[in-house]
């Protein structure tokens, strides 16, 4: 492949068919493969229900190189995740602008947590900057979806003759994630106090992280799909 196309793919400047065929398998293949690697080295039991995603990248709890392997996730999710989200900001900022580009600044934003996360653990003495970290990148990953997700929205509702349907689907998939984002914010807090004992899961703080985390990438997948064609670059790969 020529520099040139690469640097194409990189900067988001492809096909849907890349899209789909090709960026988002690898990059979130690679990222769930080390996260993989680094569960299977975890020491004892470790369930999405009790355990939470940067227990993986505790050297107590889950000695070298079980952690370095949760770190070497977070840094290759960070150099993979451009490609995928300036694909996006290359048809959304043509719908439109502003909301494009605080989508992606968020996006920038969130490469940098991503980055911390594989620094700094979940160690008393790194905790703070840590939770910065996680800060970083939950909320940076989930603003930038907010705004693409406004910008679909408002290119559909003045097409809703066109695809009102589709319309329907996104608002929809918009509350969705509000709910999902607010309840794991909610049981955040919560949690400690009323939930200590433990006796529903479905309260735990580590099975909102994860299923947050899990919808945020899937968002990711399904703008980037239903994106009309129309708003590709003419000279993309």
């Not at 096909?15 to 080295?41: H, N, W």
């Not at 008393?124 to 970290?133: G, Q, S, V, W």
């Not at 919808?215 to 990711?220: A, C, E, G, V, Y």
């Amino acid at each position: 492949m020529k520099l040139n196309n690469i640097k194409k793919i990189y900067f988001g400047n492809y096909s849907r068919r890349y899209f789909k065929r090709f960026t988002v398998p690898i990059s979130f293949s690679i990222f769930f493969a080390l996260l993989i690697t680094s569960r299977i080295f975890f020491p004892g039991f470790y369930s999405i229900f009790s355990n939470a995603i940067s227990d993986l990248g505790n050297p107590i709890l889950n000695p070298f190189p079980g952690w370095l392997f949760f770190s070497l996730a977070f840094w290759s999710l960070a150099f993979l995740f451009p490609p995928l989200f300036l694909y996006l900001n290359c048809r959304l900022i043509k719908i439109h602008r502003i909301e494009a580009k605080i989508g992606t600044g968020s996006n920038f934003i969130s490469i940098f947590g991503m980055i911390l996360l594989g620094i700094f653990p979940n160690l008393p003495e790194t905790n703070f900057m840590h939770l910065i970290a996680a800060i970083f990148s939950f909320t940076g990953m989930g603003v930038a979806i907010i705004f693409y997700w406004l910008a679909i929205i408002h290119d559909s509702i003045q097409k809703a003759m066109r695809y009102h349907h589709v319309g329907i689907v996104m608002i929809l998939s918009f509350i969705t994630f509000l709910i999902i984002a607010i309840t794991f914010i909610g049981t955040f807090q919560i949690s400690s106090d009323i939930f200590a004992f433990n006796m529903l899961w479905l309260f735990d703080y580590p099975f909102w992280e994860w299923l947050l985390f899990i919808f945020l990438s899937f968002q990711l997948f399904f703008i980037g799909l239903i994106i009309p064609e129309q708003f590709s670059k003419k000279e993309s790969i």
